[in-house]
């Protein structure tokens, strides 16, 4: 097989596996996996909030899940590695099921927006967005978004500093989809400009 259709495949196989997990491990709050293919078969590294959940008890879980992923995806020598999400609430993905599930229990959305959000900004987040779409109070469809903070909209942060996440739960009155944009704190903003003030040493060549 060629380089090419080799990362076709490759791809193709990742979105299958992303999706089946997406639905087997929701209450693990599964995030991402990554796939490597070694010497001796593949190993999948899988990013969940909960890992214990992942693992089963005494590892019985796991196992299963090894066991019906190698017999459905055709996975030789299966090896599977779980990581934590350190810290959950600047996580898009897991934010947004934790709302999904919210809803899902009864909880009204602006009070499950409210409380997302103020949980990423205790985290540490510079600005947070979250968009409720659906059947929110009547018949009609319609869309809600609420925000605290700062969200880039555009350039290089956008592109590099904002997590963003959808999903979509299914509730009586319809589908709903949850929306998060998470704007992560880091060192330094790339748009605030700092203003040293000179050195004695330069005052005094100045002069």
Known sequence: MD??????????????????????????????LQVF???IGHRLLIYAERPGI?????????KELSAVLEKRFNLENL???????????LNAKVVAYHIGR??????????AAFIALRRIMEAGAIGAEVIISGKLTSDRARTVKFTRG???????PREVLVDEAKISVLLKPGMYGVKVKIYKPIAKLPDRITIVEATS??????E
């Open 79 to 89: 090896q599977i590695d779980i990581a934590q999400i350190d810290n959950p609430d």
């Open 102 to 111: 919210a809803l899902m229990r009864g909880v009204r959305y602006g009070r």
């Open 150 to 156: 700062i969200i880039p909209k555009s350039g290089h």
């Open 201 to 206: 040493h330069a005052k005094t060549e100045s």
């Open 3 to 32: 380089i090419g259709k080799r990362f076709v495949m490759d791809g193709i196989l990742k979105m299958e596996l992303y999706e089946f997990l997406s639905r087997e491990l929701v209450r693990a709050g599964y995030v991402d």
């Open 54 to 62: 992942v693992i089963g008890r005494r590892g019985m879980r796991i």
């Open 37 to 39: 293919r070694t010497p």
